[in-house]
């Protein structure tokens, strides 16, 4: 039968190998775990970072699910009547509105329209931003130190190891209740920060370490300059995860007001430039680019959060501050915003960034801070499309930036900005990434919720009354009594609900998410390999089935009772 199908295929000219592979894909991915490049990198590769798109959403929503079905199904048991009706409803809405509804409603009604846009994005507590691109967040990544604190990291897990069963012979023998666990952690984690502490007080910069900065764009590279020729080399490849400080003694940005709808609300007259913080510069003013014409019209500028972000006004009741609706005016039947353009100069400009897995890194774009006149021309029609003009070309100079590379520890910090409308540094999760889990956590937590509400009931009632006669309270009953004994019962069918999970991650689609299926289908259309791409589909989600059966089943057995 397998002879007559790949005749059958060979002669329909259907490719049934996975030669496929080895050819470059140029597959554009906006969201990848792992450094990919659509112009020179593999079907192959790109088939993997669909794979680890899909691992990326169903292990954080395996967890996310767990614990959220865990609190839904204990509240709907509470003797709260609120708690208990809020479960209810929950649990009778989601789990019977289709999935694929709920993708497309968190993802395209919730997380693409309601949070502001990437240069007015919500700031979080530890440098964090969240806005219409999704979340970004402060992230540690392995450095340049990082194999050097692998053996130590190695050696503290077998230490940990040795303490866990040290300490649980220890138990067993003394017949007495304890906890092997607190020991292995304080040694694994005493023993990795004596290590990172040492090699970070001896660490150096790699030897031949070049950064360098492009000043029109603001990108900064770094790579080992491996024949000292002073410049990279095709062999010489970018570096990741390389932290530098980036210095400018002064430097301007322009932008133009702008009238835009943002979180369902139309915006009038506002100004952007990128965020940035207080302590990254000396001093910063902002200013019309034609200061007079502003005058004459009697604008002025109110600051939302100065100097990246405010609103051009007309001060109409002379009260000298900014009052709601004095950013706009009503022109005929229409409504609109005052457009103007805005200059932005800085002084001592400071900022330090880490590159990332492609090896880039970035800050605003600055431009020459010139004299009077090219000020008063960059105000001009052509500069609002980008266009040159003599004065422009006579008075701007190059931006002189001090880069220096940053030695650091096996482990670099990496904060996330906004140099561009789009997230740089730190680890960044896209809105599509979050519809979907945000999507199937709520939606398979609802199913779990009533495994663990079912659990809980099965454990008999004599045990309640028994914790209570020895003087436990509530709390310490459900923790030590209940659910210890429920978690028997729920864990089997838990399995399932953790596989559903996963394999519908691949409605990702819905969402504009890349996970296995949406990427195999483009490479399936782009080769014509089918047979073979759904065969790697199917492959896929059987290891991954697999070894979520064997992990929870291990976990399983270790947590059944033994009958002597």
Do not use: C
């Not at 990702?508 to 589909?537: D, H, R, W």
Request: net charge positive; proline share 6%; glycine share 6%.
């Amino acid at each position: 039968m397998v002879t007559n199908v790949l005749s059958s295929l060979k002669k329909a000219n259907i490719p049934a190998d996975f030669s496929f592979l080895s050819r470059r894909a140029g597959i554009p991915i906006s969201e990848s775990p792992i450094r990919y490049n659509s112009q020179t990198d593999t079907y192959a590769r790109a088939f993997l970072v669909g794979v680890l798109n899909t691992l990326k959403v169903s292990l954080l929503g395996v967890v996310l699910a767990t614990i959220l079905g865990i609190l839904i199904g204990v509240m709907r048991l509470s003797s709260n009547w609120i708690l208990k009706q809020i479960a209810t409803v929950y649990v009778e809405i989601i789990r019977n509105t289709p999935l694929a509804v709920q993708i497309v409603f968190w993802t395209t009604a919730v997380l693409l329209v309601i949070p502001p846009r990437s240069l007015n994005p919500v700031k979080l507590f530890g440098g964090g931003y969240y806005s219409n691109l999704g979340l970004a967040l402060p992230w540690l990544f392995p450095s340049y130190q990082f194999m050097a604190w692998l053996p130590w990291l190695i050696a503290a897990l077998v230490l940990a190891i040795v303490a866990y069963g040290y300490r649980r012979r220890q138990i067993i023998k003394s017949e007495l209740p304890g906890n092997p666990w607190p020991p292995a952690i304080a040694t694994f984690i005493l023993v990795s920060l004596a290590s990172y502490f040492l090699l970070a007080s001896s660490s150096k910069l790699p030897d031949k370490l070049v950064t360098t900065i492009n000043p029109k764009s603001g990108v900064v590279h770094s790579y080992l300059d491996s024949n000292d020729n002073g410049e990279q080399d095709a062999d010489e490849k970018y570096l990741t995860h390389i932290k530098s400080d980036v210095n400018l003694a002064e430097g301007r940005m322009t932008v133009n007001t702008q009238t835009l709808t943002e979180s369902r609300k139309i915006v009038y007259s506002e100004f952007r430039f990128p965020p940035i913080l207080q302590n990254e510069f000396d001093k910063a003013t902002v200013d019309f680019a034609d200061p007079e014409a502003a005058k004459a019209d009697g604008l002025k500028i109110h600051f939302y959060d100065e100097p990246s972000r405010g609103v051009v006004y007309k001060d109409l009741n002379s009260n000298g501050k900014f009052d709601s609706g004095e950013e706009r005016f009503t022109e005929g039947e229409k409504i609109k915003g005052y457009s103007t353009k805005l200059v932005l100069d800085i002084e001592n400009f400071r900022r330090t960034v880490v590159t990332d897995r492609d090896g880039n890194a970035r800050i605003p774009r600055f431009k020459h801070i010139t004299d009077t006149t090219a000020k008063a021309v960059e105000s001009g029609p052509s500069s609002l499309f980008g266009g040159p003009t003599a004065a422009k070309d006579e008075n701007i100079k190059e931006l002189e930036f001090d880069v220096k590379p940053v030695v650091t520890g096996p482990l670099v910090l990496s904060k996330p900005s906004i140099p561009i409308s789009q997230y740089f540094g730190g680890m960044s999760f896209s809105a599509a990434y979050l519809g979907l889990l945000l999507a199937l956590v709520i939606y398979t937590a609802s199913f779990i919720s009533e495994l663990v509400r079912a659990g809980i009931m099965a454990v008999p009632k004599g045990q309640t009354e028994a914790a209570k006669a020895v003087g436990l309270n509530g709390l310490q009953t459900f923790n030590m009594i209940i659910f210890p004994q429920a978690m028997r019962i729920i864990m089997p069918p838990m399995i399932s609900q953790f596989l559903n999970l996963t394999k519908n991650s691949s409605l990702g689609v819905l969402a504009g998410f890349a996970e296995i299926v949406v990427i195999a289908n483009i490479i399936g259309n782009q080769t014509g390999a089918n047979v073979p791409t759904n065969i790697l589909i199917i492959g896929s989600y059987l290891t991954i089935s697999f070894a979520f059966a064997i992990i929870m089943n291990a976990i399983n057995s270790k947590m059944a009772i033994v009958e002597r």
